[in-house]
């Protein structure tokens, strides 16, 4: 499958391997206590000059047009080498991870001028954004950064340069933003009478450098293009918003958090909290689906012309773009460095979790996502309380897929956040419609959606303000896609609830306990004592979609997607199921599977899921999750009754016991989901697969017995968020209509649940 060319595919994954450590203390960098770069040009030595070009920058410093496969030294400046390198076929050779101070570079042939390698704190002269000559007022071109590597940028504008200035926002990534052909979203701003800039991250698309995962040098790059952008003439206030979906959203978190004066606000659309936990390694199993593939297509893009249109600029005069591929191989391999990286570990797990570092952000935030992101994976609620530093974050939440953030219902608050806060003007979301039918058509298959309706027409702008910030800032839309005025499977939620906060602050944490009658029960347990079953992965199709005759991976989107859920297949799993539910039931959050376990191997691994089943005998799926037992140790500081965190860490391993059941928590991703009077909550339990569209396990379980206890000694629960919240619509979605969650026949486990 070539998942290449999604416009919004993800970002995920978070290269726990991708090494470089973020600032001084391995999150991104903020700027206290700055300076102004500075590099000294003297020479340390009567050793001949060298000829190769010496570019240093911050942590990092790159050698240009040096002879390929010889041998450079990088050495303090009067003091010991530190490190060597071969010099690649193009000539070139990076030192990352370098500690700030000074250097030469000494060779066979030479000896370079002394350099100054900087620190993630050093700031530029302002004269650096407000002398950029290179970045047009519309049409293509380039963004020099702080260590002079250009980026690649085309400007959008809404009309003339001269009928300026223009609102503006900035969308930043590793995809083809800068790409003039590209099929970008600028449209959707620009109709909104905003300035459209995209940006490609250094070592991709025409921009220099080299490229590595969200490696510091990659947030302050970042930080340049927002200074940069809002020096131009053309820019209202001098000062910019960013925008994008999945990895030019994610790049909103890591330069948020460098704080540049000139940024406004961001929204980050289908993000994800921490690279490791969300994405990558789901409960410590490496996902060799999505995460894995979409790594693979960065490697693959990164290298010289890895994106076809960058060799057409070359070949039509281009110099600056074909001088920008010369330190492309020395990107990396990060599938490699993915694969030798199976724990958590700092400082650079967390210089890839945006949780870690959310509360530096000090700007307006608008987020959103969906529970069951076939990319992402929907895990980015846990960072939500996070944002301490924010004046203002709003968030909307659904059932659904990685495009549900650019969904109608969610797109009207959207636009009016963006007009608010970067455009500074009353909200008209009239144009909204447009555009929705357009995205709806291509993305979803439908093209017929609730009106966007003008909410501050006759207000003033401090009006307008004040009503937005006075709605509550946690918007949850339910059922997305079951909507009985639309077609099944149209983007339009059944009903909304709104909240005060995250997690909810009206939410209790309710308890089933696991039974031997395959029940999940409030009461005494029936039938105390064990369950077993057999871990076979390859039991199950390892996803729940195969997307080869429904328009690819992106055919998941549509409204008229086929899944293949099915149902455990006799002794791979167990199933456990209530009675009737006797009220409705609204679970809004995340929860938490407690087990005591045992398996007939040292490790295995569990996955979890939730369904609904109904009176009608169907069931829909609502979320799912993972955990490698011997990583069962938890964060005791972060763990809570509905949300186990897991430490991860190689330290902390341990294998199960072979003669003793062991408490073990695996984490339910959150989500929101009526479970209405009359229905079932079912929860099954067997080896990753079959739970996930387009997510794929790298899994240990290969048929072993694993034994779930469940008695007065051993007590296995399930703990849900649950919220009180009516719901707003009695009759449930169609079987197969809600966004994200398959619906098959109901089908007991062996075990009777």
Sequence with gaps: MNRRHRVTAVVTVALLAAACSGGDDGAPAGTDAPTVLATTTSSTTDAPAATFTVQPGTEQVAVLHAEPDTTLWLRAYEGERVVSGTVDEQGSLLFREVAPGDYVIEGDDGTSAAFNVARSTDLPAQALYDDQPLLPAGGFGYITVRDGTTLSANVVLPGPADEGPYPTVVEYSGYQPSDPGSGQLAALYTTQGFAYVGVNMRGTGCSGGSYRFFETVQSLDGYDVIEAVAAQPWVTGHEVGM???????????????????????????????????????????????????????????????????TKARADDGDTICSDNQLLRLQNPDLVQEIDDNPYYANPLGDSLAPITFVDRIDVPVFLAGAWQDEQTGGHFPAMLPAFTGSPHVYVTLTNGLHTESLTPPVAVRYMEFLQLYVGKKVPDVSMGAGVAAALGGALWGVSTFAPFENRFAGMNYDDALAAFEADKPVRVLFEQGGNDDYSPGTPEPNFVAEFDSWPIPEAEARVWSLDGCGCLTEGPLAVPGESSYTADPTALPATFYDGTDQGGDNGVWRADVQYDWQPLPDGTGLGFITPPLAEDVVVVGGGSVDLWVKADAADTDLEVTISEVRSDGTEIYVQSGWLRASQRALDDAATTELQPVHTHTKDDAADLPSDQFVPVRVELFPFAHPFRAGSHLRLTIDAPGNSRAIWEFRTISDGETVTIAHDAEHPSRLVLSVVPVPVGAPAPAACGALRGQPCRTYLPATNGG
């Design 243 to 309: 925008v994008g979906i999945s990895y030019p959203g994610i790049s909103q978190l890591f330069v948020a958090a460098t704080n540049p004066p000139s940024l406004n606000s961001i929204t980050p659309l289908s993000v994800l909290d921490d690279s490791f936990r969300s994405t990558l390694y789901p409960g410590g199993i490496l996902n060799t689906g999505f995460a894995v593939d979409w790594t693979q297509d960065r490697v693959d893009q990164g290298r010289p012309y890895g994106q076809e249109w």
